[in-house]
């Protein structure tokens, strides 16, 4: 969709291009598709080519070629490749991208697209794959940040706090979740209907857009221990490694937990390892999660549902998902105050400046009963400045209990020998939901509590 809308945006670019998509058969065939579309570009010098390309080695000198002219080639389903019919294409692939390398280009290039797993393997893991061990850089295409998605929230209308986590929840900030919700109508169902509508909508129905979407981008080509990781954490957010490993290791796998860890950690980017505020990286203390928003509400809510709805009426199959919905958007909420620290300090809107990103702190006790949980510690050294949040996915959940709780943590957190010095520091305590009434947030400030809602960092942006 990127390279699509790039040449869009202009004529001279999308002339350049030439795209294959990949069928899945054998040389002749993949030849054949590629002499096509050489021999349908809009130049002349692109089409004279097409002749010569008979077999892979014609085709890999072609796109070789084409790259060296300032063209742009782009083999779409490349995970095809790795089929046993297909592979010797890599071979004569590794040794023109190996000459593109050094040739100092200027414009034009190969892109391939396909299976997110299967790219990912023949970059980091597969040593016989052609592009393996052949990044030359690295470019982060970030999501849609709180400030966008309000923009596309005040368009559409969506004003209830509540909406917006649960969009923020499954959706995060991917541009193309929140059409495709746009286009089923979503945005126009009322707020105490949303969570249901979009998993009916989203999900549920024979038609609905995402209902493969999470197992044809993420899990279609991921194997063995690495989805038993996944569903564990989805289940269980914020693990630790000791509980992974007493859950899940296999004695007979000749490959340790650790190293599938570490694989989704580093390599796929699909897990966090998060550590608590002052760790280091070798810290044991690290909590697991998935990353991606989609991928865990998929794998907690609407697969599950999905595969309810099969044999169960509609109804019943959504009382369970829910339910699991719920539990998984306090948690979400969490992620979402963390990044709206970030965010804000970082565009110099907010009430607090950061100068620690890892937001939380955590302990990991012998005694149960000695264990530390703070959703949110927020540093500003230059100011000596502390922030120690709490979060609820409901602000009638900031009940005495709960506040007595953190009151507790937080004690506990400020006596420990290397906290200690924060004393000295300037603190606040605040609370955070998706809303508080006007009552909430009078009676929560009276008790020395700042109270933070969506609402309000909505106005900051």
Request: aromatic content about 10%; proline content about 4%; hydrophobic content about 40%.
């Amino acid at each position: 969709m990127l390279l699509s809308n790039l040449a869009r945006t202009s004529d001279d670019l999308g002339s350049r291009i030439v795209y294959m998509q990949t069928p899945d058969s054998d040389e002749r065939d993949v030849a054949a598709t590629f002499r096509r579309s050489l021999s349908e570009a809009d130049h002349d010098d692109i089409r004279a080519l097409a002749e010569a390309v008979t077999d892979f080695p014609t085709m890999a000198d072609a796109i070789g070629t084409l790259c060296r002219d300032g063209r742009i080639v782009v083999l779409d389903e490349f995970q095809y490749f790795t089929r046993a019919s297909l592979s010797s294409f890599n071979s004569f692939l590794q040794a023109e991208v190996d000459k593109l390398r050094n040739a100092g280009l200027n414009r034009g290039g190969l892109f391939v697209l396909g299976s997110l797993h299967s790219e990912m393997s023949a970059l980091l893991e597969d040593k016989a794959a052609p592009l393996y061990g052949r990044i030359t850089a690295q470019l982060k295409l970030d999501h849609w940040d709180f400030q966008d998605l309000m923009s596309v929230f005040r368009n559409q209308n969506i004003q209830s706090p509540s909406q917006w986590l649960t969009l923020w929840t499954f959706f995060e900030g991917v541009p193309k979740f929140y059409h495709d919700a746009f286009e089923q109508y979503l945005y126009e169902v009322a707020p105490q209907d949303l969570s249901r509508e979009l998993l009916i909508r989203m999900f549920l129905r024979g038609s609905s857009p995402l209902s493969e979407e999470a197992d044809t981008w993420f899990l279609r080509e991921l194997r063995g221990r690495s989805v038993s990781i996944l569903h564990y954490l989805a289940d269980r957010p914020g693990c630790n490694h000791a509980e992974l490993v007493s859950a899940l290791n296999d004695p007979h796998d000749r490959t340790p937990l650790g190293t599938h860890i570490t694989r989704l950690v580093n390599g796929y980017g699909m897990v966090d390892g998060l550590h608590p505020v002052f760790s280091n990286s070798k810290s044991r203390n690290a909590r697991y999660y998935i990353t991606d928003n989609f991928l865990k509400a998929w794998l907690a809510v609407a697969k599950p549902a999905r595969e309810a709805v099969r044999l169960k009426p509609m109804e019943k199959a959504l009382v369970p998902a829910l339910r699991r919905l719920e539990a998984l958007e306090g948690v979400a909420f969490e992620k979402l105050i963390r990044n709206l620290h970030a965010e804000m300090s970082r565009k110099g809107k907010g009430d607090f400046e950061l100068s620690e990103m890892r937001l939380g702190y955590w302990n990991r006790p012998r005694d149960a009963a000695n264990a530390i949980a703070i959703d949110l510690v927020a540093l500003d050294e230059p100011n000596r400045r502390f922030r120690l949040g709490s979060c609820k996915r409901s602000a009638s959940a900031h009940d005495n209990a709960a506040i007595e709780k953190f009151e507790r943590h937080v004690a506990a957190f400020l006596h420990t020998r290397d906290h200690r010095h924060l004393q000295e520091w300037h603190s606040e305590k605040v609370l955070f939901s998706p809303e508080f009434n006007r009552t909430q947030r009078e009676v929560l400030t009276q008790r020395g509590y700042l109270c933070r809602d969506l609402l309000d960092y909505s106005q900051l942006v």
